[in-house]
C-alpha cells in the first residue's frame, strides 16, 4: 500500500499544477492578476520536478518488477519465455 500511495504524488503534483496554472490563466484573461517573473520561475521549477521524480519513480518501478521477474524465474527453473502461475 506505501509504494501505491507513492507512485500517486507525481500524478498528484501534476494535478495540482494544471489546476494552479487555469486558475492564474482565468485571472489573467479577466485583467485581475499579473504573474509575477517569480511565479514564472516557480511553474518551471515545479513541472521539472515533478517530471524528475515521475522518472525517478518510474525507473524504481521497473527495477523491481524485472528483478521480481527474474528471482521468480530461478525460484521456479522455469525459461524466460514461459509463462509463470
Known sequence: MLWASIGRIPGLF????????GQFAVRIMQHKNYPRMIEYWIWGGVFVTTTLLLIVLGRVAYRTIQ???????????????????
Do not use: F, Q
Open 67 to 85: 528483478t521480481s521477474h527474474a528471482s521468480a524465474i530461478e525460484r521456479n527453473g522455469a525459461r524466460p519465455g514461459m509463462l509463470l502461475r
Open 14 to 21: 501534476l494535478y495540482a499544477y494544471v489546476g494552479t496554472l
